[in-house]
């Protein structure tokens, strides 16, 4: 399968099919009539690209992470510190959000008991 038909068929966006094989992380990448074969472990890993992307990781990230995966040895602690970075400041968000939401319901509120008793 090329790297354009992996694309359409699982819905790789073109840019990152081109981050990821201007990294050079392709694997056993074969030239056939001008286009790229792609491989399992290519799948693999652009499936992982996707996920990093979809978490908000950057393309700075995602290219350091995948870098890291490709090394294997003794990387899987610097990719949790990633990952448990990326967690804590989703955490954040999450908990902001929340702050956000909560404020928006005590307006709510006192909009809903204001009419109340206005309409008592």
């Given at each position: ?46 499936s992982l690209i996707m996920t ?19 090394e294997g040895r003794d990387t ?45």
């Amino acid at each position: 399968m090329t790297m354009g038909e992996a694309g359409r068929r699982y819905g790789i966006p073109e840019e990152i099919l081109q981050e990821y094989e201007r990294w050079g992380l392709c694997g056993a990448v074969k030239q056939v009539m001008g286009e790229r074969e792609c491989g399992e472990l290519d799948l693999e890993r652009l499936s992982l690209i996707m996920t990093l992307h979809d978490i908000g990781f950057s393309a700075e990230e995602v290219e350091l992470y995948m870098r890291l995966s490709v090394e294997g040895r003794d990387t899987g602690e610097e990719q949790l510190r990633m990952l448990d970075r990326k967690r804590r400041d989703m955490l954040d968000e999450i908990h902001f959000q929340e702050r956000k939401l909560d404020r928006l319901d005590y307006l709510r509120h006192q909009l809903r008991c204001g009419a109340r008793e206005g309409g008592d």
